[in-house]
């Protein structure tokens, strides 16, 4: 017979956050062994560290909520975006996305066009050369933002400027110092942003496509909506797939043997993806809100207070996964939840596993297949909510 134990409160916990910063995963295994809910006040928020607990989370968005009191994000983007909004609102918005960014029309359609893309970016490698080459600078950010550029429908817009206006809504969207030089530049680049949809709404409504933005206004969405809902997809579609393309070329290089399998066996890449998202995972907490007086994994969360659920540990738990700490490419990584979880799970998780995992890190590896990190040059990670390399020489 098993029985219910009564809820417990929530240990306060200590986090540093420039330990964060500099590698989260030792904090994460000291607060998933202090509970499943912790309380950490230095970053103001109840964190869900296991598996388990994120989960149970994400299965009960009325009670911890994606609607954010004080969320910065429909200030970066002049409106809400649909990971803002609860169901069923969300539902109606992002099933309009999801024709664009289904397994069938990534293989039939954009993977023939990433293809080509990957083609000229390996082109600007070679030139760049062995000796200053930044895998990060020089190949994954330009892809990603091309990528980024053709499923949204922008048609014409240079790499640099997609990537400024990601880079800018995500600072924005965190702006939680109110800095009047990020909102500088957000609001820069929103307006930049809605110049280009000015020109390209009014064609689409006449000539519709298969972009992100045409599906957005063939469902009759109000076009604040639209316009919110772009922008939400250039903030979300080039930080992590950018990351994802040079963090699983560093994770190959610190595991020689898994390279060399990959390269021998490519059915192996798109494991080696997922298992670099669950053991790298570029986006490491989720913000939610607790909406009433709740019991999560048994610890008592007050309504009010401000969630984090820790994507990163939990794709680290030993109740989850056998010897978490290991990057396998052999091991069935399914259930990880670096794509998130429920009803806001990744809409682009398809596009990236495609475009990244299974065109963009084996054609670098077809093209160059002795190139390694490049050990005379410094790399350099960055952030713990949105983490990553973003500095990676190359040499070959
Ligand atoms: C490896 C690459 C990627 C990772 C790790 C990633 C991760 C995530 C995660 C964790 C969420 C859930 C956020 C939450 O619940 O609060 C999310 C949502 C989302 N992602 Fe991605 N993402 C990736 C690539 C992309 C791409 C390429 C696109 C679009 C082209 C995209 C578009 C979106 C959108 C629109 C949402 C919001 C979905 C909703 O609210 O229903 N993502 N992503």
Not at 2 to 25: G, K, Q, S
Not at 172 to 198: E, K, P, T
Request: some cysteine.
């Amino acid at each position: 017979m098993t029985v219910a134990l009564d809820p417990v409160d929530a240990p306060i916990v200590e986090v540093d956050p420039a330990e964060l910063h500099r590698d989260p995963y030792p904090t994460y295994e000291r607060l998933r062994a202090a509970g499943p809910v912790v309380h950490a006040p230095a970053i103001g928020r109840y964190l869900a560290t296991t598996h388990a607990a994120v989960v149970e989370a994400e299965q009960d968005q009325e009670t911890f909520s994606v609607d954010v009191t004080g969320a910065l994000m429909s200030r970066a983007l002049g409106d809400q975006p649909m990971l803002r909004k609860p169901d069923p609102e969300h539902a109606t918005e992002r099933s309009s996305i999801n024709p664009t960014l289904r397994p069938k029309p990534i293989a039939q359609h954009w993977a023939p066009m990433t293809e080509q893309t990957v083609e000229r970016w390996l082109d600007h490698l070679d030139e760049v050369g062995p000796d200053e080459a930044d895998l990060n600078r020089d190949y994954s950010a330009p892809i990603a933002s091309q990528n980024l550029i053709d499923l949204v429908g922008f048609r014409g817009v240079d790499v640099r400027d997609m990537a400024r206006w990601s880079a800018d809504f995500i600072a924005g969207s965190g702006n939680v110092l109110d800095d009047a030089d990020i909102w500088r530049r957000c609001d820069q680049s929103r307006a930049d942003v809605d110049a280009v949809l000015d020109e390209l709404i009014p064609h689409l409504r006449a000539k519709p496509d298969r972009s992100i933005t045409s599906h957005l206004l063939e469902a009759g969405l109000d076009e604040r909506v639209v316009r919110a809902n772009v922008k939400l997809t250039i903030s979300g579609g080039m930080n992590e797939p950018q990351h994802m393309i040079t963090n699983l070329v560093w994770a190959f290089d610190l595991h020689p043997d898994q390279r060399d399998d990959a390269i021998a066996h490519p059915e192996l890449y798109g494991n080696a993806f997922e298992e670099c998202v669950r053991w790298q995972s570029p986006i490491g907490m989720l913000p939610r809100e607790a909406k009433v007086d709740a019991v999560l994994q048994g610890v008592r969360v007050p309504a009010g207070q401000n969630m984090g659920l820790l994507l990163a540990s939990a794709n680290r738990d030993t109740a989850a996964f056998e010897n978490p700490d290991a990057f396998d490419i052999h091991r069935n990584a399914r259930g990880h939840l670096g794509f998130g979880k429920g009803v806001h799970q990744c809409a682009g998780r398809w596009a990236a596993k495609t475009m990244i995992g299974e065109i963009a890190v084996p054609a670098l590896y077809r093209r160059f297949p002795g190139i390694r990190v490049d050990a005379r040059r410094e790399m350099a990670w960055n952030g713990f909510v949105f983490r990553g390399i973003t500095a990676l020489p190359v040499t070959w």
